[in-house]
């Protein structure tokens, strides 16, 4: 795991030299400590049980066991890698996000765009941390009109997914947010938000009014200060209903 030597990585891609290239361009960065590789995702899932590796850069086709399928195994482990989708074809990314990704980065991986994923991944490792007693995410970041801003929590009414980044939107408007999604909603899961579809996350103190179609069941939540009606996607609906206690 993570510690003053830096993170453990595993890039799992079919290629060698993409791998090694991948490797390349991680190692010039500071944060990083070992490197590791694997050349599918049987290989992978032994590291990964073995050696508990901080951070996974995934490739998502692959012979057998593509990247998206092993992403949902990994799901199920207690402290899963963070990981970083590597692929050609952008229209993966809601899929990736859907399956908790903390960024994906489109081949051939650049420099600058890999550092970005690399800053994300160290909000969301710092977010994995325990929090000191009685420590609690009070306000994040926002931007509006080129002017950066401290938004408190308690003012947001909900979150919106826009690519690798989000939306905090309050009374007042939209903010533009240098997080993904995922890592706002590992940081707010204390503070009474909820993801209720892979591109919304709501305040539950905000929802005004539920609306659930009498046929599809489909769930409809309306939020009192944006006035916002949010859609709840049918793989939440289950949990979404459980906390806002629907039968």
Not at 15 to 21: H, L, T, W
Not at 168 to 192: F, K, P
Request: glycine content about 6%; overall charge negative; proline content about 4%.
């Amino acid at each position: 795991m993570a510690d003053q030597q830096g993170w453990n990585v595993l890039i799992v891609d079919d290629e060698p030299p993409i791998r090694s290239e991948l490797a390349y361009l991680l190692g010039q960065d500071e944060r990083v400590g070992t490197i590791d590789e694997a050349g599918g995702a049987t290989e992978a899932i032994e590291k990964i049980l073995a050696d508990k590796p901080d951070v996974l850069f995934l490739d998502i086709q692959m012979p057998g066991t593509s990247g998206v399928q092993l992403a949902d195994i990994l799901n199920n482990l207690k402290k899963p890698p963070v990981v970083v989708f590597v692929t050609a074809f952008s229209e993966y990314a809601a899929e990736a996000f859907e399956l908790n990704a903390t960024d994906y980065v489109l081949k051939p991986v650049e420099q600058e765009r890999l550092a970005k994923a690399l800053d994300k991944i160290d909000a969301t490792l710092a977010a994995r941390k325990p929090a000191p007693s009685g420590a609690a995410t009070r306000r994040i970041q926002g931007e509006r009109n080129g002017k950066r801003t401290y938004l408190s929590v308690s003012d947001i009414s909900y979150i919106e997914a826009k690519a690798d980044y989000s939306f905090a939107y309050t009374q007042s408007g939209g903010y533009l947010v240098n997080e993904s999604i995922s890592t706002l909603e590992q940081r707010l899961q204390d503070e009474g938000f909820i993801r209720v579809h892979r591109s919304y996350l709501v305040n539950i103190d905000d929802v005004r009014d539920i609306e659930v179609a009498k046929q599809s069941g489909l769930i409809q939540l309306t939020l009192e200060r944006s006035g916002a009606c949010i859609p709840v996607s049918r793989r939440r609906a289950a949990t979404v209903r459980k906390q806002l206690g629907l039968n």
